[in-house]
Each structure stands twice: as structure tokens, then as C-alpha cells.
């Protein structure tokens, strides 16, 4: 069975554009979470996405936004890029049939604002 | 939400045993222990979890205290390909996703050769 794949896997852009990151999950996986990593902070809960409805909402701000489509595919965006926001975003799924919530990471975008 | 605490790094040597320690004081009692790792520029990787009891898989072992305020992952013959950090954390059953769980800094383990 296919893993997580995260697409692209580098990117770069400048202060002010806007950036769209995409996450595909493990065949039949409905829950699908999204992480930025960076060196001082760890790795830090974005959102997470079930059956197309944002469920849970980390403590980012509003240009951090994201979407999951009916089959399960997600894509996470930020609008107006701040140096700041240069990082590792991890996408991860889980198949929520039971208690355990194990995720499953894919390799992440590395994010370069310059 | 309980937070964990785990050592910045340690070494251990090629074909010892690795015990990489975590504590979690505050765990409530519906929130399971799980270790992830991360090697370099990857994603992490699940390796175990577990509720009260003591739990073995192929990857390791975990060890989890009666008061469940700690436990301990126990690599039983760490090679150099488990060099990564390595996470605790702790979560509450059916949450749906670790969104108010920090992973934090980790322990980096360096395999020594």
C-alpha cells in the first residue's frame, strides 16, 4: 500500500505570494492532518481535515487555510508569505476506525521564504 | 492536555540497548503514549504506543510505569539507521489528529558505531 505523498517536495517563493501544498493519504484513510516543523518550535498542529470539514484548528493565523476533497486528498494554502513561515509542512493521515489515531506521516514540503 | 518531557539527546553504542526515557506526569487516564521518529529530512514515523500495559512490536518495546507517569522506549539492538529523534506524546483516544499535542524538541538518539 502507497504511504503519504506530499507534492511538491521543495519549494520556494517570496514575502507576499501565496502557496498551495498538497497531500494525498494512505488508500482509505478519511482523516488527514497537517503540521509545519520548524527548527525552534517543533513540529506544531496546523488543522485537520475528516470527511471534508475541517475538525480541529491548531493556533495559526487566517492565512493558514486548508481543504479536503471527497476523496480524501487535501491541500493546505498560505496567502501572503511571511519569512516566518519558512518550514517543513507535514502532511499525515489516520484511518479513524479505531481509538488509536495512529498517523502515518508523509516526507513533507520544504517551504523557503525569501 | 498532558505534556511529556524527554532528555535533548543521547548516545548509545551499536548493538546496545537504547532507553530513551519520557515523562508525562499529567497523562489523564484516557490518554494513550506514543513514540514517533524522525530521521533527517523525513517524515516521523510511528513505532509504538500503548494505554497502561507493556507493549512489544517489531521496532521496540515500551515500557510504561504503574502510575503511568513515565515510560521508557526501548530499542533492544540499536543500529546506525535508528540515528533520529524521537518523540513522545500523549493523546486522547479518538481526538482525530494530535491538535493539541506539541511533539516538541524529542530526544536525538546517535547510534555510535
Known amino acids: 500500500k502507497a504511504g503519504v505523498t506530499q507534492t511538491p517536495r521543495y519549494l520556494i517563493k517570496t514575502r507576499g505570494q501565496q502557496v498551495t501544498l498538497s497531500c494525498s493519504p494512505i488508500s482509505g484513510h478519511r482523516s488527514v492532518s497537517w503540521y509545519q516543523q520548524t527548527p525552534g518550535q517543533g513540529l506544531q498542529f496546523l488543522f485537520e481535515?475528516?470527511?471534508?470539514?475541517?475538525?480541529n484548528k491548531g493556533n495559526f493565523p487566517g492565512r493558514f487555510s486548508g481543504r479536503q476533497f471527497s476523496n480524501s486528498r487535501s491541500e493546505m494554502n498560505v496567502s501572503t508569505l511571511e519569512l516566518g513561515d519558512s518550514a517543513l509542512y507535514l502532511c499525515a493521515s489516520s484511518l479513524v476506525v479505531t481509538s488509536t489515531d495512529t498517523q502515518y506521516f508523509g516526507p513533507g514540503t520544504r517551504l523557503t521564504v525569501l | 492536555d498532558a505534556k511529556t518531557t524527554q532528555p535533548p539527546s543521547m548516545d548509545c553504542a551499536e548493538g546496545r540497548a537504547a532507553n530513551l526515557p519520557c515523562n508525562h506526569s499529567t497523562i489523564s487516564g484516557n490518554e494513550y503514549v506514543y513514540w514517533y521518529r524522525q530521521i533527517h529530512s523525513q517524515g516521523p514515523q510511528y513505532i509504538i504506543h500503548g494505554l497502561k500495559n507493556n507493549e512489544t512490536n517489531e521496532m521496540a518495546s515500551l515500557i510504561i510505569t504503574e502510575d503511568r507517569k513515565s515510560s521508557t522506549l526501548i530499542l533492544p539492538h540499536a543500529t546506525l539507521r535508528d540515528t533520529a529523534v524521537y518523540y513522545c506524546?500523549?493523546?486522547?483516544?479518538?481526538?482525530?489528529?494530535?491538535?493539541?499535542?506539541?511533539f516538541g524538541t524529542g530526544t536525538k538518539l546517535q547510534v555510535i558505531p
Open positions: 481535515y475528516f470527511s471534508e470539514t475541517q475538525r
Open positions: 506524546i500523549v493523546n486522547p483516544l479518538g481526538s482525530g489528529g494530535y491538535q493539541k499535542v506539541t
